[in-house]
């Protein structure tokens, strides 16, 4: 696609259930990312995807958090047991490879747990 | 992590009036970027500013990135409603890949 896609845009979902959040890259860009935004906070990083590297994870929170990168391209990154924390903006971002800092974002997921 | 402190975290102008915000750390960044965050959307990238002392011109937005390349500026002339958004700074950190972000500036201008 032409640019990075993100679905849903929102989802409200009950404590505890799980989440699924999908990121479409933009074709040909091989690294990935997925941020988090809370109301009056930066972008909080929390996993990088290069290729076929093995991911960078170290800014997942908690265990609770998972991500995947099928076939270097889609991205799907999983909430289990969601808690009302995890209430935030998550945003994929893509650039074109790593080393390559220009990242264009998503739209965002608005992830409301009640 | 190497810290972006943004200033001011908020601010709101009148059409027509002219601003500056700083993007500070203490720390020396190779590179660093500007984005423009509008409501509802993802950010999007406004400029890279890469040698100390740099000046880059986008329209009636000014990028200065500092001589020690631990600080940048945004000025924006005669500013319009138009550029109403969260403005965040980033940059590269020394290891890894993911972009360190500041807090962002948050600006707001009216007719």
């Known amino acids: 696609g032409a640019g990075v896609s993100q679905s849903p845009s929102n989802k409200v979902t009950e404590k505890g259930k799980d989440v699924e959040l999908r990121c479409d890259p933009i074709?040909?860009?091989?690294?990935l990312y997925w941020y988090r935004q809370s109301l009056g906070q930066g972008l909080e990083f929390l996993i990088y995807?290069?290729?076929?590297?093995?991911?960078?994870k170290s800014g997942l929170p908690s265990d609770r958090f998972s991500a995947e990168r099928t076939g270097g391209s889609v991205s799907t990154l999983t909430i289990q047991r969601t808690q009302q924390e995890d209430s935030a903006v998550y945003l994929c971002a893509s650039s074109l490879r790593a080393g390559v800092h220009e990242a264009f974002f998503g739209q965002g997921t608005r992830l409301t747990v009640v | 992590t190497q810290l972006l402190e943004q200033s001011p975290q908020f601010l709101s102008i009148q059409e027509g009036e002219n601003l500056t915000v700083y993007c500070n750390s203490s720390s020396v960044f190779s590179s660093l970027q500007w984005y423009r965050q509008e409501p509802g959307e993802g950010p999007v990238l406004l400029v890279t500013v890469v040698t100390g002392g740099e000046v880059k011109k986008l329209k009636r937005l000014t990028f200065q990135f500092g001589d020690a390349r631990k600080d940048s500026s945004l000025h924006i002339t005669a500013a319009q409603p138009g550029d109403t958004g969260l403005y965040l700074c980033?940059?590269?950190?020394?290891?890894?890949?993911?972009?360190?972000f500041g807090k962002g500036t948050s600006l707001l201008v009216t007719p």
């Open positions: 980033a940059g590269p950190p020394n290891s890894g890949y993911a972009l360190n």
């Open positions: 074709s040909g860009h091989t690294a």
């Open positions: 995807f290069q290729g076929n590297s093995a991911p960078d």
